[in-house]
Structures are given as C-alpha cells and as structure tokens.
C-alpha cells in the first residue's frame, strides 16, 4: 500500500478584518472551515471550487506559508505548524509550489539558473558544480536547453517560463508538487503542452500533485481524485468519473453546468467562472449552500450536512443527495 503522504485534520483559517465602527468588533472572515484531506502517495488530487472559495488559502497552509487557525498539516507524518524554522526549511525538500502566474512568479532580475537553483540555495548541501548539475538535469526534464541557464525570464513565452517555474519545483526533487492554477494565465494550446508535461513528470519522477483549479477540464485530465470546496469546506469527493458524471451535490452540479459546452460535456479548455459565494443568511448552523440551492428544504436552513458517504469512494455533505451512478 502506498504512504499517506499529506493528511489535514479540521483545518480552519481565518482573518481578522479592520473595525467597521471604532468601538464595533472586528469581522473575520473564514476562508477555510474544517476541512479534512488525505493524500496518498502517487494519487494526485484536484481541488476545485469558485473564485473566493478557499483554494488558494488551502495550498498556502499545506506549504507552511499560513498556519491555521485550528487544526493540523501534517506531511510524511511530520505537523508542519509544530517544526521551527530551520526544521520547516528542510522539511520543504520533499513539497514545493507551482504558482499561477508564469510572469510573476519569476524575478525578472535573475538568470534561469539563478531562479533555479534558489530552493537548493536555501536548503544547502549543494556546492556550485552540483547546482548546475542539477539545474541542467531538471530543465532537460521540462523540455528546455541547458544554454537556457543564462537566460533572463523576459526571453521565454509564457509556457517557457511556467517550465521553468516547475523546473524549480522539481530540482529539490520533492514528493509533493502543490501547483496553484498552473495553466490558467495561459493560452489553450500552451495549456496541453503544460499538462502533458506534468504527467509524464510524475511518470519520470515520482512526482503527486495537489492541483488547485476551477477548470474542471484540466483536474479530469490529471488528477485521481477531486475535492469540492464551497466557502471554506469541502462538500463533494470522490473519482473524476464519479464527481463530474455522476455529481450528487447542488453546487457540484451548478459548476458542472457552468462549463461552456459545444455540443457535448467532454469539451476540453473551455472554462467559465461562477458567481462569487454570497452570505448565508441562516447563520453558522445553516448549510452554507442553502441561499442558492433550488432544492433547500427546511432542514438545510436549521443544520448543517456533514461530510458522509454515499457511495464507496464517493462522499457529499447534503441532506438530500442520492447515490447515482456515472452513466445515470
């Protein structure tokens, strides 16, 4: 069996708003609520959701970037949020991040093998001849020259430098890739070459991924399993065949049928946001979808559905979801 190679137990991330009146309280605003997650390791999981339902946040607390609120982050079976600093740095050798902007993410300043080689940099270990070894190896992997070392971020198209941005992800050689929309500053055509390169990237490597995406085209192409997020907890889990033939959660449904179609559901690079997440006025019992949910009952507004399982392998917090098959 494989090692669980990330677990979060009731995650909970909130902020601290600036006052509203001067003597008022100060509002928070909870991003992440709760949540639970287990990954195997060589299972890559797709988390998805809307814009503003605390994906982002999410991948943040799994790399150390945020401690949360309540609860625990744990990798290979260490609690990131008990390690100090020093401790947390070395622990980062085995996750590394995939930002969504190709043209940000990138000092503009630096050479390629500059860029590439900091995580190494930072980690030490690694004498100078190493690090180019090293730099060298990972961008033969990414598809680009070893002359490209000397390069400067603005000489690359924007699918060149998300290469090299993975390129830095994997010099570390890590267990882990949390790739935050990797694909989504980028043109369709560009977008395939991206992930057909991460594919054969966790082929070669050994490489599991935690994709954060609303494209739901792109988590089905590369992931085993997905997550549903809605304002800060999960509400839907299961297989890509399961969740996106088979959704039994409202909102899982709504995103489904959000995606633009031409003439059938597997239209691939096509994408559309939903609304963003409007304020549940049922208050903290309620379920947080029941404002939007043609199919609330009175139940949904008094107590809030827990994550449960309705199927083998397919789990969905909503009072009055019912086990469907892919092809019903």
């Not at 959701?49 to 943040?60: D, V």
């Not at 690359?156 to 830095?168: L, N, T, Y």
């Not at 070459?193 to 082929?203: A, E, K, P």
């Not at 939903?274 to 107590?303: D, I, K, M, S």
Request: contains cysteine; positive net charge; charged residues 15%.
């Amino acid at each position: 069996m494989s090692e669980t190679l990330l677990q979060l137990d009731h995650v909970t991330r909130s902020y601290t708003l600036p006052r509203e009146r001067l003597w008022g309280p100060a509002p928070q605003v909870h991003a992440v609520r709760g949540v639970s997650l287990r990954m195997q390791s060589g299972s890559n999981l797709g988390v998805v959701g809307e814009s503003g339902s605390g994906k982002s946040t999410l991948a943040r607390l799994v790399m150390g970037l945020e401690a949360p609120s309540s609860g625990s982050v744990q990798m290979l079976g260490q609690d990131l949020n008990q390690l100090g600093a020093a401790a947390l740095r070395e622990a980062r050798r085995n996750f590394q991040m995939v930002f969504q902007d190709p043209y940000g993410s990138l000092d503009p300043r630096q050479t390629v093998q500059r860029i590439v080689t900091e995580p190494l940099s930072a980690l030490g270990g690694a004498d100078a001849m190493e690090q180019q070894r090293r730099a060298q190896e990972v961008l033969g992997a990414v598809g680009l020259r070893s002359s490209d070392l000397g390069k400067y971020p603005h000489e690359f198209s924007g699918g060149q430098r998300q290469r090299v941005a993975i390129a830095r992800a994997l010099i570390t050689r890590p267990r882990l890739i949390v790739a935050d929309e990797p694909v989504s500053a980028l043109d369709v055509s560009v977008q395939a070459q991206v992930l057909n390169l991460m594919q054969d990237l966790s082929q070669q490597f050994g490489v599991t991924y935690l994709l954060i995406s609303h494209d739901l085209a792109v988590v089905d192409y590369l992931c085993d399993e997905v997550a549903v997020i809605y304002q800060g907890r999960i509400v839907e889990q299961g297989s890509p065949l399961t969740l996106f033939k088979g959704a039994a959660h409202p909102y899982t449904q709504a995103l489904l049928q959000a995606v633009p179609r031409v003439s059938t559901l597997s239209t691939r690079g096509a994408r559309k946001r939903t609304a963003l997440p409007v304020a549940n006025p049922q208050g903290a019992a309620a379920c947080p979808y029941a404002a939007r949910c043609a199919q609330a009952q009175a139940l949904c507004t008094q107590h809030r559905p827990e994550l449960q399982n309705l199927a083998p392998g397919h789990q969905v917090a909503c009072h009055f979801a019912t086990a469907r098959t892919p092809d019903s």
